[in-house]
């Protein structure tokens, strides 16, 4: 369905996850970490933001796991930064799908 | 009458460890894990034979249970044959078979991403999830606060356990 974020139309499933990884920008992350109750993203959240949109363009499957072990962020830095859900709000603030692992 | 309105989200699994066989130990630590991962609340308290994921000697030695395990044909096909071979549970007794059964399954979680118990418990420590021993079962086992890993939180009674765990949507789940 569509959905307008800061002054763009986009592609988003029911759950607000961006369907075309192409339509981001960083307007649009800062818009949905508002609605997810992140505030104001700062340069920690988008190396974040930035490496989920690499790995997912290599389609590389993304885990908690290997984002602690990225060198990008320790888990514990993940946790605070994006807090409660680490991985399914940093994705959907990078505009990627939902991550469908259970690790 | 319930409405899908009137659902309660979990706000906390404590989860009891009671077997310290790999196969026992996994679901208890992918199921904190994944808790934590989606902003639940999450407590491991490990008690009886649990304590073998914490004991420092052993943790990184885990095995699976292949004797009296009838549903080792699941195994199969990580030999690439198909699950509905039946795998005798007398067989589960010989020399070897419990560690290769052990390598097998180490081998297919490393290829899920899964970590072994010890980065696993350090993983959940590290996501904001808490590790408890059972106070009985240590002095059962003869086993002292430093003979455990760097990350257990603490050493609780029965009672301590359900005071830590209170508050509304907390679930407790026997492993």
Known sequence: MKKTIAG?????????????????????????????????????????????????????????????KSGVVTTKELYDLFPGGPLKKSSKIAGIPKPVGCI | MS??????????????????????????????????MEGIEASLFFTFFGLNALANKTLDHLKVAT?????????????????????????????????????LMNKEMEKLDIPPVREFLELISDSGGKIYACKLAMDMFKLKKEDLMDRVDGVLTVGQFYEE???????????
């Not at chain 2, 765990?165 to 492993?175: E, K, P, Q, R």
Request: net charge negative; aromatic share 4%.
């Open chain 1, 8 to 68: 763009n139309e986009i592609d988003v499933n029911e759950e607000g996850y961006l369907t075309d990884a192409s339509q981001w920008n960083e307007a649009i992350a800062a818009a949905i970490a508002s609605e997810e109750g992140i505030g104001a993203l700062t340069d920690a959240h988008m190396k974040v933001v930035r490496y989920l949109r690499e790995q997912q363009a290599k389609g590389a499957a993304l885990t908690i796991r290997s984002m602690g």
């Open chain 2, 3 to 36: 409405t899908p309105d009137d659902k309660q989200p979990v706000k906390k699994m404590s989860i009891i460890v009671s077997r310290g066989s790999l196969d026992g130990i996994y679901p208890a630590l992918i199921m904190a894990n994944g808790a934590r």
């Open chain 2, 67 to 103: 004797v009296g395990n009838s549903a080792l044909n699941m195994a199969m096909p990580m030999l690439g044959l198909p699950m509905t071979i039946p795998f005798p549970t007398v067989m589960g007794a010989i020399p070897g078979v419990s560690a290769f059964a052990t390598h």
């Open chain 2, 165 to 175: 765990s209170a508050g509304v949507g907390t679930h407790i789940l026997f492993t």
